[in-house]
């Protein structure tokens, strides 16, 4: 059990029947009444912010989110198969459990299944992937003082905005975070 008063951020706790991790907490000494501890919660399953108080005597027990390196194998229909690379067994999540989180994933790479007492709840991708531009128009010399960009087509089917140099068959680095165009390879 752990008490508001012991909060740090990136903290996992079980409060009101879901799994939220603290995104941001703060101890409050007003000049008239009790200490509180004012908190934001992210519910790391649906992923809803919510703001609240506790009393710093409040215990909520610590919830262990268990985050284990899986490889991606391939899609069938709305499931996607992934195998542990340890013990070879292998599970088959839906399209709702994953959302867009393969988008930028490659069959056969490694990716983070993030569960909470055995039910998995997303899947965490590789921070950066190298990928081939499969579609692209083509840019036109001297046009790069402005840092335009055009839209590419990456081997998975993913669109991404890289430079006006970018030419198809170029392999490309992506930040699979916020599918942003970080460089060629």
């Known amino acids: ?24 907490f703060q101890h409050v000494k007003p000049g008239k009444g009790a ?3 004012r908190t934001k919660l992210k519910d790391i399953v649906n992923g809803g912010v919510v703001e ?3 009393r710093p005597t409040e215990k909520f027990p610590q919830a262990h989110i268990d985050r284990k390196d899986m490889q991606y194998l391939y899609a069938d229909g709305d499931l ?5 690379a340890e013990t070879y067994d292998q599970i088959a999540l839906s399209k709702d459990d994953i959302g867009d989180a393969l988008k930028f994933v490659k069959e056969n790479e490694t990716c ?30 001297g046009d790069t003082a402005t840092g335009a960009t055009k839209p590419a087509t990456v081997e998975t089917g993913a669109n991404v ?18 599918g942003e165009y970080l460089s060629r390879v």
């Open 35 to 37: 200490a509180f501890v």
């Open 80 to 84: 996607y198969n992934f195998m542990d």
């Open 1 to 24: 059990m752990i008490t508001a008063g012991d909060f740090r951020n990136g903290l996992t706790i079980e409060y009101d029947g879901k799994v939220c991790q603290i995104v941001e």
């Open 52 to 54: 609240t108080s506790f």
């Open 161 to 178: 905005l890289v430079p006006l140099f970018v030419e198809q068959g170029d392999v490309i680095k992506i930040d699979t975070r916020t």
């Open 112 to 141: 983070k299944v993030c569960s909470y007492k055995g039910n998995v709840f997303s899947v965490e991708p590789p921070i950066t992937v190298e990928l081939e531009v499969t579609e692209t128009e083509p840019g036109f010399k």
